[in-house]
């Protein structure tokens, strides 16, 4: 049946496993039958197979462990464009699930040279830090940390275990946060994120730390978020120019 195709055969054998995939032959988290079972079955050589499963590690359809077999990595429940602007609360909402907050811990300070210098603060303006766990019908997905001025949280903190920080900010109508600048990087583990999102060693997670600035250049909020990957991915649109 695969070799009727045109196209090279590791491409229709990796096109072969996404569909049964895609129709539930391989359901999330199962492990896939052994190199030998899989080469027979699809009539291809392992070579040929090998070929097909490094690309789709790649695509992170499936992972590899050592010693242990090949299994189908469960599908994220969060896809966003990274180059549209919104809150996480309005992220999981856009997935048909309720956002909500399990954990907040908020501290106030004096700003260090370096946050003075980020939010073009004074040393005797007060800076909140809020650590917040988000989720998504009561499963937590993302854990928050937010630095905001006090002087732009007009309303204090509280009304953040039922609003994202972007209604807090914007809620007294002075500011609105207009544009951010992102970093996105992989992290395997970390010891506290990892922790607190009941993650093990072997679900990485993507940490997104942003820069948020309002219609006039100011910088109103940075935010590191770390995302589970097994639950959000995130797709840029690139435009040639």
Do not use: W
């Amino acid at each position: 049946m695969l070799k009727a195709d045109q196209r090279h055969l590791y491409i229709q054998v990796i096109d072969h496993l996404k569909n049964d995939i895609e129709s539930g032959v391989f359901k999330e988290n199962e492990k896939l039958p052994s190199e030998f079972e899989l080469s027979r079955t699809l009539g291809v050589s392992r070579a040929t197979l090998r070929e097909a499963l490094r690309v789709l590690e790649e695509e992170k359809v499936i992972v590899r462990k050592h010693g242990v077999g090949t299994f189908v990595n469960p599908r994220p429940l969060f896809t966003a464009g990274i180059e549209q602007l919104s809150s996480v609360s309005t992220t999981i909402r856009d997935a048909g699930m309720e956002p909500g907050t399990i954990f907040m811990d908020v501290d106030e300070s004096l700003p260090c040279d370096k946050m003075m210098e980020k939010f073009n603060c004074t040393e005797k303006e007060t800076l909140v830090t809020i650590k917040r766990v988000r989720t998504a019908d009561g499963d937590p997905v993302v854990y928050c940390i937010d630095h905001v001025l006090a002087k732009n949280l007009p309303q204090g903190a509280e009304g953040l275990l039922n609003d994202s920080i972007f209604d807090a900010i914007e809620k007294s109508g002075a500011i609105r946060i207009v544009q951010a600048l992102a970093h996105i990087e992989p992290i395997g583990y970390d010891n506290e994120a990892s922790s607190i999102l009941r993650c093990g060693i072997d679900v990485p997670l993507l940490a997104l730390l942003q820069y948020h600035y309002s219609e006039d250049g100011e910088m109103v909020l940075l935010s590191k978020n770390y995302f589970r990957a097994d639950k959000f991915s995130f797709q840029v649109v690139r435009k040639r120019v």
